[in-house]
């Protein structure tokens, strides 16, 4: 550290080729005066640029006059120490061809009026965080600025941390009016208003205006916006950010107020100021238009506006449809905001190539937000809430206009799935960032984009690719030098994803930290990306063991199934074969062709169906018929008299049991042999059991030529439910069987 105080003659002799000096921070005490000795920097004849500490009370005496090349003077305390409180008109009386002066953080509390108006060569003056100067200090500080060579201010923080909102007057700008300035800075001032006009009085050469970190709200200046006519950057990001804690509380700042005179009133007169309304009445209707319907507003801004920052600046609601008339524009910032629903669309965006949304707690965005954004080439929505509307977008309508686009952004958007023709125009897209989704497959066609470099995948849901997306993705792999990042992913290691694991690796140098990839902890065997040639080998030698395993079981399984059905369908062929007919029976009824009695109906057809083989027609004609239906005065069911003529054998059948109170079967040798016999017997069975609920409703009569060894099982469970009875062999039983078949018959049919 030299101590500034002990400089001496003839220390800067031999300097005499030096263009820059700094010797900030050697002063020790900021507010003990110090004096700076003219005479010892007056050796510097080429110094071009000159940074110290401003102590209180500084001064630049006349041997500055000898630095001929001084340009550019830094007194800035915010890189080093600064506590002088006043500049006096003629501080910088020396140092005629300053272009840039640096007074900030330096506790300035009065700017005398004209200090900076001699310093014909300025350029870039910077008085920001003399928090105590205020608004009220601009007139003095502008004075006669227009005798300069102006073109960047910097005003930020020269008011103080906390009070209510601050307000620049048209007073303040009025003396920029006839100077070349081209950027104002005047960021965290707690400006809240302009007065209506104040953007007038600047010049036309202003190109750039930041507001930043202000509390800004809406006021009839923004209609003078329009007469910025080449401005190209206009920031009013971060707006209503609460003051640092605790500085703000504890702060001992009084900034310099406002106190108009007599003579520098505005609008006096009743007379200008109803044509200031008329005229700010025609400006409205300039400002707001209707260029493509009357159904939405168009805002015409500056046409050489190319950049609008406004981002963190609060700004809260819907985006509707409207239009903006801004042909120069070129990017858009308005990131950390509450812009919760995109609607659209937004007329006049096809100037726009970058666009920052991102972080505006959005949960929705319509199909055609961006239809009119055909020259956007940087797109980010990163950390929303648009996963549902994108997973619903079938068509790939949303992304459908922007054709130009190379950079997307959608990364931290709950999206859990996208539709192949998502992106399906963004033939030029470079860069697609999809990272911490929630993905869990992958079926986005990307082949068609020949330009594309970077796809982030990173932390997603992903287990595997399936085969059309490895091929959509090696095409690009050949032509193009894309990589992906899959990290994060918990990818299922097993004989089923064998093809994708093989895939993966033949590619792993265009993918991104494949050696940190991991298994899922569902899978079922390891994987060790870091060696994965070695782990592909062993895995694919298990699943060859696996795969013996699986044919053998596989077969043996199927075998024991296909046994297993078959015996039920054996055992169960004549229950089918029941219900197979009840139901083409229902449906003849509900089509209104049925003729045959439902099982509720109260009366019958017949009162018994003689089932029998052919050779017993004889024993059915001389003993059956008399005895049943000529004494005993039954309705019986011949087939060879009753059947119908004109329907097939087992509709005729079922047609028969269906119509008679019961069967009766005639069990002979003949009859067990017999295929039709044996048809009607066991839908007669299922008839009981399923319909008529009772076996009783099939009554078998067995003839002595049948032994017990040729009974088949289903007339077995008749005869164990006592459902028979056994013809007598002698003649003159023959009386008491018909008498006690009779009488079991009309007892059955009281019920």
Not at 138 to 166: D, E, F, Q, Y
Not at 499 to 515: A, D, K, P, Q, S
Not at 570 to 599: C, D, E, M
Not at 725 to 745: K, M, N
Request: glycine share 4%; net charge neutral.
């Amino acid at each position: 550290m030299i101590n500034i105080t002990m400089v001496y003659s003839g220390l800067f002799a031999d300097l005499t080729s030096l263009t820059e000096l700094s010797l900030k921070g050697n002063i020790q005490n900021k507010f003990k005066p110090t004096v700076i000795k003219d005479d010892v920097f007056s050796e510097l004849k080429s110094l071009e640029t000159l940074k110290i500490d401003g102590p209180a009370n500084v001064t630049f005496g006349k041997g500055f006059q000898n630095i001929t090349m001084l340009q550019k003077l830094d007194l800035s305390g915010i890189t080093g120490n600064c506590s002088f409180q006043r500049i006096s008109h003629n501080m910088f009386l020396n140092m005629p061809k300053l272009t840039y002066v640096d007074v900030s953080a330096c506790d300035i509390l009065d700017i005398e009026e004209g200090a900076f108006g001699k310093l014909q060569y300025l350029e870039h003056l910077d008085v920001s965080h003399n928090k105590q100067l205020g608004f009220a200090s601009l007139p003095n500080i502008t004075h006669n600025l227009n005798k300069t060579s102006i073109r960047v201010l910097r005003g930020n923080g020269i008011n103080c941390l906390s009070g209510i909102g601050t307000k620049i007057l048209k007073r303040h700008f009025e003396n920029l009016k006839h100077t070349n300035i081209s950027e104002i800075y005047f960021e965290k001032n707690r400006l809240e208003q302009l007065e209506p006009g104040a953007f007038r009085l600047l010049p036309n050469t202003i190109t750039s205006i930041s507001f930043g970190e202000n509390k800004l709200t809406q006021g009839r200046y923004i209609l003078d916006y329009f007469f910025l006519q080449n401005i190209r950057v206009y920031n009013i990001s971060v707006q209503l950010r609460p003051p640092p804690f605790p500085e703000s509380i504890f702060e001992q700042c009084a900034e310099k107020t406002d106190v108009l005179h007599e003579n520098k009133q505005y609008f006096d007169n009743e007379d200008i100021q109803e044509k200031e309304g008329n005229k700010y009445e025609s400006m409205m209707n300039d400002f707001i238009g209707s260029k493509w319907n009357e159904h939405h507003v168009t805002f015409y801004i500056p046409k050489t506006l190319e950049v609008l920052y406004a981002n963190m600046s609060r700004l809260y609601g819907t985006v509707p449809e409207f239009g903006i008339n801004a042909t120069g524009a070129r990017e858009i910032y308005a990131q950390d905001n509450f812009l919760y629903s995109w609607d659209g669309p937004v007329h006049g965006m096809e100037n726009i190539k970058i666009m920052d949304l991102s972080n505006n707690f959005c949960s929705h965005i319509s199909k055609s937000f961006l239809k009119y954004a055909r020259g956007l080439t940087t797109l980010r929505m990163s950390k929303n809430d648009i996963g549902k509307s994108l997973s619903s977008d079938m068509e790939g309508e949303i992304f459908k206009n922007t054709v130009s686009m190379k950079v997307l952004d959608l990364s931290y958007n709950n999206i859990v799935d996208l539709s192949a023709p998502m992106f399906k125009n963004l033939e030029r897209l470079q860069t697609l960032n999809l990272q911490n989704n929630q993905l869990s497959t992958w079926r986005v066609k990307v082949d068609h984009m020949k330009s594309i470099q970077f796809i982030n995948l990173k932390q997603n849901r992903l287990t595997t690719f399936g085969k059309e997306a490895q091929m959509s993705l090696t095409k690009l792999f050949q032509i193009t030098n894309l990589s992906i990042d899959l990290s994060g992913n918990q990818f299922l290691c097993s004989c089923d994803s064998v093809h994708f694991l093989e895939w993966i690796t033949g590619y792993r140098n265009r993918v991104v930290h494949f050696n940190r990839y991991e298994c899922s902890s569902t899978s079922s065997h390891k994987f060790n990306f870091s060696d994965a040639d070695n782990s592909l080998k062993l895995l694919k030698k298990n699943c060859k063991s696996y795969l013996v395993i699986y044919i053998v079981t596989s077969v043996a399984v199927a075998i024991m199934f296909s046994i297993i059905f078959g015996i039920f369908l054996l055992k169960n062929k004549w229950k089918i074969r029941y219900v197979i007919y009840r139901f083409k029976q229902r449906f003849k009824t509900y089509t209104g062709h049925s003729i045959i009695p439902q099982a509720d109906s109260p009366s019958y057809e017949y009162d018994i169906m003689i089932s029998y083989s052919a050779k017993e027609l004889s024993f059915v004609l001389t003993d059956v018929i008399p005895r049943l239906e000529n004494e005993a005065g039954f309705q019986l069911y011949i087939k060879d008299r009753d059947e119908p003529a004109g329907i097939s054998c087992g509709e005729a059948i079922m047609e028969a049991i269906q119509k008679s109170k019961r069967v009766v079967c005639l069990v002979t040798k003949s009859f067990l042999k017999s295929t039709w016999q044996d048809y009607e017997l066991n839908m007669s069975r299922m008839e009981a059991i399923e319909d008529r609920e009772n076996l009783n409703f099939v009554h078998l009569i067995i003839f002595p030529d049948v032994c017990n060894g040729s009974i088949s099982i289903q007339t077995l469970d008749l005869v164990r439910q006592e459902c028979f009875s056994e013809y007598p062999e002698e003649e003159c039983a023959f009386d008491d069987f018909w008498e006690t078949l009779i009488s079991h018959i009309k007892e059955f049919n009281r019920y």
